[in-house]
């Protein structure tokens, strides 16, 4: 288990949803601080707070490359093309392992809209829940991307 691995399943296990479990794992590395992480990737967890859409751990795994690799220039169409290429990139690898990004069809849930509730934490919820697994594998995914940026470079 990678450092970063085992950092954000202890933050999803401590509470925070999977977006701030893989955002947090990184953010120091890039100047972040503990609260302006968490409000930042807050919005992610539940696929997008709780509609179900792109899980927050993958979310997470996309700000971190954006933030490694991400483009600031507004009208430079290759550096754009460049970095939308790695984004999906790691988003095949994610399906690859879990067939999807969707958080709805990870957590194999009918509906399209979720209550804003959040599920109550306890243990039966981290039992059934594939989330903590999900964290590991967008930090896993993450960690073999960067490893592999640096020998190249």
Known sequence: ?????QLARQYFKDGYNCAQSVFL??????????????????SFGGGMGRLREVCGAVSSMFMVA????????NNND????????LIQKLAEEFK????????????GLDE???????????????KE?????????????LDNYLANKKTVN
């Open 78 to 85: 290759e550096k754009k093309a460049k970095h939308y290429a």
């Open 1 to 5: 288990m990678t450092p970063k691995e």
């Open 66 to 73: 954006g933030l490694e690799d991400g483009y600031i220039e």
């Open 96 to 107: 690859k392992k879990n067939n999807s990004i969707i958080c709805r069809e990870l957590l």
């Open 129 to 141: 829940r594939p989330c903590e697994g999900l964290i590991a594998d967008a930090c896993i995914i």
């Open 25 to 42: 794992a990184y953010a120091q590395d890039y100047g972040f601080d503990k609260k302006t992480a968490l409000k930042l990737s807050s």
């Open 112 to 126: 399209t809209i979720s209550s804003p509730i959040p599920s109550k934490r306890n243990e039966q919820y981290y």
